[in-house]
């Protein structure tokens, strides 16, 4: 069971280290919004490739890639049922909810970071870790 805040044995992260791990919560909605989401995978990643041998950053930048990538896939799943008929009026509600609950998650974990707090999305295929 993962708690919410550190032990207190556990090492402090660096200000680097919560600096990583705020702009791995926030380059995914920055990019989204800059890329009409084509791009939200690549601000995670790219934290988590330059600092993988940080553990909190890495845990930051792994959970949000994972949380980006299902909410990608339920992204295109929405814009094709846009296509059809019956599919619109499920997908718009739901691209509104998706946008709501993406935002959400990721303010969240980047007002949890610079407090040494690890932030755990909800709905994540676990590619990353």
Same mark, same amino acid.
């Given at each position: 069971?993962?708690?919410?805040?550190?032990?207190?044995?556990?090492?402090?992260?660096?200000? *680097?280290?919560?600096?990583?791990?705020?702009?791995?919560?926030?380059?995914?909605?920055?990019?989204?919004?800059?890329?009409?989401?084509?791009?939200?995978?690549?601000?995670?990643?790219?934290?988590?490739?330059?600092?993988?041998?940080?553990?909190?950053?890495?845990?930051?930048?792994?959970?949000?890639?994972?949380?980006?990538?299902?909410?990608?896939?339920?992204?295109?799943?929405?814009?094709?049922?846009?296509?059809?008929?019956?599919?619109?009026?499920?997908?718009?509600?739901?691209?509104?909810?998706?946008?709501?609950?993406?935002?959400?998650?990721?303010?969240? *974990?980047?007002?949890?970071?610079?407090?040494?707090?690890?932030?755990?999305?909800?709905?994540?295929?676990?590619?990353?870790?």
């Amino acid at each position: 069971m993962s708690y919410p805040y550190p032990s207190p044995s556990a090492p402090r992260p660096s200000e *680097g280290s919560r600096i990583a791990a705020v702009l791995a919560h926030l380059s995914a909605p920055i990019a989204a919004v800059l890329s009409a989401g084509l791009l939200s995978l690549l601000g995670p990643l790219l934290v988590w490739l330059i600092k993988k041998d940080d553990p909190f950053a890495r845990r930051a930048a792994a959970g949000a890639f994972n949380f980006n990538l299902t909410f990608w896939v339920l992204f295109v799943v929405s814009w094709l049922l846009i296509f059809t008929v019956i599919g619109i009026i499920v997908a718009v509600p739901l691209l509104l909810a998706l946008f709501v609950v993406s935002a959400w998650c990721h303010i969240k *974990g980047a007002i949890r970071a610079p407090n040494n707090e690890t932030y755990d999305y909800p709905f994540q295929l676990r590619v990353l870790s």
